[in-house]
């Protein structure tokens, strides 16, 4: 799971935003584990901790950009 640049409270606030086309990039914290491909699927959740979180997302990434979420 990885954390998108912005703290998103829900999942409709990040799929609003990618609708607007902001440029949002993911990251995985911690550094235990690499961050995701730049182009291909990954899988968000969110808020950021310490908050717990309440929505989860699979994204499209293209050149380290999402571009969709369902």
């Not at 999942?11 to 440029?23: F, I, N, P």
């Not at 968000?44 to 989860?56: A, F, I, R, S």
Request: charged share 20%; net charge positive; proline share 11%.
């Amino acid at each position: 799971m990885a954390y998108t640049s912005t703290n998103f409270p829900t999942k409709k606030a990040l799929k609003e935003a990618v609708a607007r086309g902001d440029k949002i990039t993911v990251f995985q914290p911690g550094g235990m584990f690499p961050d995701p491909n730049p182009n291909g699927t990954c899988y968000l959740e969110g808020p950021h901790y310490p908050k717990p979180h309440t929505w989860y997302a699979q994204a499209t990434l293209v050149d380290g950009y999402v571009t969709k979420v369902k």
